[in-house]
């Protein structure tokens, strides 16, 4: 149960502050939702970072881990919101954003998430 709890606490705050950063980064004229792409980058960053300082120094315990990885990042980062903001960009005809978006999203979470990882070694 405990196990739990830390996920939903850590899931709550890594989903107000991705709110946060939409409502002050997207934009509808500016194509790109910068917001959640701002999240998901941050948000690969920040996993890579915790699971290879977790890796490496074992100081971060199977909860906190649960807490900050699981927890924080999966509800700061979002598939969903992802993929329907892709599906607004495809369906307004905006193939050069959605390409752009789509690549550096990709590109760019897998880069954040190994630099992560790199970082604390």
Same mark, same amino acid.
């Given at each position: 149960m405990k196990?739990?709890?830390?996920?939903f606490?850590?899931?709550?705050?890594?989903?107000?502050l991705r709110f946060a950063l939409g409502k002050f980064l997207n934009n509808s004229q500016n194509g790109i939702p910068y917001? *959640? +792409? !701002?999240a998901n980058?941050?948000?690969? %960053?920040?996993i890579g970072l915790i699971l290879g300082f977790a890796a490496k120094n074992d100081t971060l315990s199977s909860n906190q881990t649960l807490l900050l990885a699981?927890?924080?990042c999966g509800g700061?980062?979002?598939f969903? *919101? +992802? !993929?329907?903001?892709?599906?607004?960009? %495809?369906?307004?005809?905006?193939?050069?954003?959605?390409?752009i978006y789509t690549i550096a999203s990709f590109v760019l979470g897998f880069l954040a998430v190994f630099s992560g990882i790199y970082?604390?070694?």
């Open positions: 196990q739990l709890v830390l996920v606490v850590g899931g709550g705050f890594g989903s107000m917001g *959640t +792409f !701002a980058i941050i948000g690969s %960053l920040l699981t927890g924080f700061f980062t979002t969903s *919101t +992802f !993929a329907y903001e892709n599906h607004v960009l %495809l369906k307004s005809g905006d193939f050069t954003s959605f390409a970082l604390t070694k």
